[in-house]
Every structure is written in structure tokens, then in C-alpha cells.
T-cell receptor, first 117, second 114 residues
Framework: DARVTQTPRHKVTEMGQEVTMRCQPI?????VFWYRQTMMQGLELLAY????????DSGMPKDRFSAEMPDATLATLKIQPSEPRDSAVYFCASGLVAPGTGGNEQFFGPGTRLTVL | AQSVAQPEDQVNVAEGNPLTVKCTYS??????LFWYVQYPNRGLQFLLKYITGDNLVKGSYGFEAEFNKSQTSFHLKKPSALVSDSALYFCAVRDPYGNNRLAFGKGNQVVVIP
């Protein structure tokens, strides 16, 4: 049963510390998305990769957030330094985009619940 | 840019009654529309999608949605709600002429009352 995996599931850290969240997309998928979910803002798209290349990271605070795909099986989202306002649930999703198809759904991971004290 | 609106914050329905969660969209060109469900402490789960063809789309767990181009709506429906349907429901739209990102609505909390 193919699924997106994320680690860690929970992270509690202190303000100023670096946080790294990892995601393993579904094998064969060529798009990866990072989302942040909070009660106030709902679901926000932070970054989007296609074939490991960043296509859109306009939703991400550039001064402290960075997203990378070192290889096709790993996507990372890093916050340095972390702040209390970064407390949220961070979701990774993956999907398959192929020529002639634009309607393939995204598959979401279980999320990383981040608490910054 | 594409967008969706989910006008209600919470939908309360008695178990066994029909359930409707409303969604309207805004996009240039023909839209690709999706519904997702999120159970507590879980990621979003795909329910169904409309790409083309029949306006009535059937999905998982007995849900269906009707695409209405003239009203720019894509309401989610279930004929008989279960307590286990209590969850957060998201409508999303993808612009087929742009990139492949999804624009999500704010979500609707559905509460099915036993």
C-alpha cells in the first residue's frame, strides 16, 4: 500500500533552534508539495517541486525556511531559526503529472506537528 | 488565479439525513475540481474529482459531487450521513492552463449527530 511518509510525526523545540522535516513521496510520483495547516490560516502551500526542481516557493518565508529534494525519494523542509509562530502541522503531498493529464490527485502524508516554545 | 469558496464554517446533520457541503469556484477556463476529507490528526484524503464528462461524480465512502458550470459550484453530497463522516472537508481547484498547484478552500467541519 503506497503512501507518503513523514518524519518526525511530532516535534517540540525551542525558539531559535533548527527544525528539519522529512518526507518520502510515493515511488514514481514526480511532484511534491509542502503545506502548512493552522487554525487561523487554514491550509497554505509553502513549496512545490516537479522532477525535484523547485517550481513555486512563493508561499514560504525565504529568510528562515528552505525546501529541497536531495533525491527522488526524499524531500526536506527546514526552518532556521524557528519561531513560535511557526507552530503548525506541516504536510507533504506527492502526485504524478504526465503529459496530457492535469487532473491527478495529490496524496498527503500524515503530517509533522511542530510546536516551537 | 483560481480559488474556491466554502461558505459555511460548520455543517451539522443528523445521522441518516442527507449531507451537503457547498463549494463554489473561480477559474479561467475549464476547472479540475477535487474534494478531500481530513479526519482528526490525519492527513488529507482524496475523495473524488471532476475533470470532464458526467457532471455527477461518485467517490469514496458513498460520497458524490455535482459539477454545475453555470453556477460555478461543485457541492459534495451523501444521501445518508454516518457518525463516522464527521470530519473536515476541503474543496480544491486546479487551473488546467497554469501550473499544477491546488487552491484549497478553508474547509468545512461536518458534525453528524447520532
Amino acid at each position: 500500500d503506497a503512501r507518503v511518509t513523514q518524519t518526525p510525526r511530532h516535534k517540540v523545540t525551542e525558539m531559535g533552534q533548527e527544525v528539519t522535516m522529512r518526507c518520502q513521496p510515493i515511488l514514481g510520483h514526480n511532484t511534491v508539495f509542502w503545506y502548512r495547516q493552522t487554525m487561523m490560516q487554514g491550509l497554505e502551500l509553502l513549496a512545490y517541486f516537479r522532477n525535484r526542481a523547485p517550481l513555486d516557493d512563493s508561499g514560504m518565508p525565504k529568510d528562515r525556511f528552505s525546501a529541497e529534494m536531495p533525491d527522488a525519494t526524499l524531500a526536506t523542509l527546514k526552518i532556521q531559526p524557528s519561531e513560535p509562530r511557526d507552530s503548525a502541522v506541516y504536510f507533504c503531498a506527492s502526485g504524478l503529472v504526465a503529459p496530457g493529464t492535469g487532473g491527478n490527485e495529490q496524496f498527503f502524508g500524515p503530517g509533522t506537528r511542530l510546536t516551537v516554545l | 488565479a483560481q480559488s474556491v469558496a466554502q461558505p459555511e464554517d460548520q455543517v451539522n446533520v443528523a445521522e441518516g439525513n442527507p449531507l451537503t457541503v457547498k463549494c463554489t469556484y473561480s477559474v479561467s477556463g475549464n476547472p479540475y475540481l477535487f474534494w478531500y476529507v481530513q479526519y482528526p490528526n490525519r492527513g488529507l484524503q482524496f475523495l473524488l474529482k471532476y475533470i470532464t464528462g458526467d457532471n455527477l461524480v461518485k467517490g469514496s465512502y458513498g460520497f458524490e459531487a455535482e459539477f454545475n458550470k453555470s453556477q460555478t459550484s461543485f457541492h459534495l453530497k451523501k444521501p445518508s450521513a454516518l457518525v463516522s463522516d464527521s470530519a473536515l472537508y476541503f474543496c480544491a481547484v486546479r487551473d488546467p492552463y497554469g501550473n499544477n498547484r491546488l487552491a484549497f478552500g478553508k474547509g468545512n467541519q461536518v458534525v453528524v449527530i447520532p
